[in-house]
């Protein structure tokens, strides 16, 4: 079993950064992919970032590439997601996911992740 409890999200202007912070219970953190998504009201569910076991390869949707970067550090069973450049569209429930997987590929299907955590809302403001 591994709790997720993500953290970090706020009210921003366009243009400004946050980090979110997603903290892993369980002894077993560095065997599991972790994997971003958001949910805007209104909204299915989306991909955003994702992130192998040891941090090796990533993944980025289309709409964040460039603005966003993952990783993670074992050592504290903690991944981050570093949002730069927000925009109003980025507004939406972040939540942070996670399988047991070491493999050399994470996924961004979210049906693909067992575990996932209470989400935290971002707010970019135009």
């Known amino acids: 079993q591994v709790q997720l409890v993500e953290s970090g999200g706020g009210l921003v202007q ?3 950064s946050l980090r979110l912070s997603c903290a892993a219970s369980g002894r077993t953190f560095n065997r599991y992919a972790m994997g971003w998504f958001r949910q805007a009201p209104g909204k299915e569910r989306e991909f955003v970032q994702c992130i192998t076991w040891n941090g090796g390869r990533t993944g980025s949707a289309d709409s964040v590439k460039g603005r966003f970067t993952s990783s993670r550090d074992n050592a504290k069973n903690t991944v981050y997601l570093q949002m730069n450049n927000l ?3 980025d507004t939406a429930v972040y939540y942070c996911a996670a399988v047991a997987y070491s493999g050399s590929f994470c996924d961004t299907l979210s ?3 067992n575990y996932w955590g209470q ?3 971002v707010t970019v403001s135009s």
Do not use: D
């Open 111 to 113: 049906r693909q992740y």
């Open 14 to 16: 366009a243009g400004g």
């Open 119 to 121: 989400g935290t809302q």
């Open 87 to 89: 925009k109003p569209e």
